[in-house]
């Protein structure tokens, strides 16, 4: 069985910071999943936000590009996603998502980002 938990939302006043932890737990080999951070705004599709490879090669979503930053440190089994300059459009409940094409695919229950004043 294996166990993605997120941690590290809240809330935060437009131009903040937060930084996002997932740690994976179970029958995983976590360095050979892709990693991912995905969100899910009030009334909207889940979306990508950042993704994380294998290799450590990263891509985000043109809406957060520059201000997010996804890593990996694989001897924690743990992926991060540090969120910068934090807009009201970035509120939504984030999760995080290990991929291994193919073979496996598994979620995080979520934590709850709010950007408001």
């Known amino acids: 069985q294996v166990q993605l938990v997120e941690s590290g939302g809240g809330l935060v006043q437009p131009g903040g910071s937060l930084r996002l932890s997932c740690a994976a737990s179970g029958s995983i080999r976590f360095n050979i999943y892709t990693m991912a951070w995905y969100r899910q705004a009030p009334g909207k599709q889940r979306e990508l936000v950042a993704i994380?490879?294998?290799?450590?090669?990263?891509n985000s979503a043109d809406s957060v590009k520059g201000r997010f930053t996804i890593s990996r440190d694989n001897a924690k089994n743990t992926v991060y996603l540090q969120m910068n300059s934090l807009k009201p459009e970035d509120t939504g409940v984030y999760y995080c998502n290990a991929n291994r094409a193919g073979q496996a695919n598994y979620w995080g229950q979520g934590t709850q980002v709010t950007v408001s004043s």
């Open positions: 994380i490879t294998v290799g450590g090669l990263t």
